[in-house]
């Protein structure tokens, strides 16, 4: 088995016995497509919300609304089928304190928002989540078992 990194603002897909991960998820948000039958998973690791929003856009990895078209794309190529994808968020921590109601400093929470809108409009199930909170996550998921792991520092592993 190979452990395939992704790094912020990327993304990657495998199949098994091939598990993904990514580092360091504070307001990011980590999205984990899987095809059960073909075992292919991919995982972006997303930043913002809405690709229309920023004028220099053309990474498509770095935006909720553009990341998960491509991670299909690059799917399916390998033998995933779009229509028995399912899906598995964590993430989208509020890492820093702040009074008011700004809507820019909720980024974390608008990238899971977005990021389940999109799912939901693509018809693509959200199994299970770890996101919110106030602390950053580490994840890796297992395309052999469709088990994510979540760790986080002086936390115990969390599996869904």
Sequence with gaps: ??????????????????????LGLGSCIGIILY????????????????????????NKAKFADTAIYELIKEMEKIGAHK???????????????????????????RNAEATRKLLKELGIPLLAEECGKNYGRTIEFYS???ELHIK?????IKII
């Design 83 to 109: 229509s028995r994808l399912v899906s598995k968020i964590a993430g989208g921590a509020q890492m820093f304190s702040f009074s008011g109601n700004n809507d820019m400093m909720r980024i974390g929470e």
């Design 152 to 156: 986080t520092i002086g936390k115990e």
């Design 144 to 146: 052999e078992t469709g």
């Design 1 to 22: 088995m190979t452990m395939i990194k992704v790094g912020m603002a990327d993304l990657n897909v495998c199949k098994s016995p091939d598990a993904l991960t990514t």
């Design 35 to 58: 095809d059960q039958r073909t075992k292919v998973s991919g995982l972006a690791h997303i930043m913002l919300p809405d690709s229309t929003q920023i004028k220099k856009n053309e």
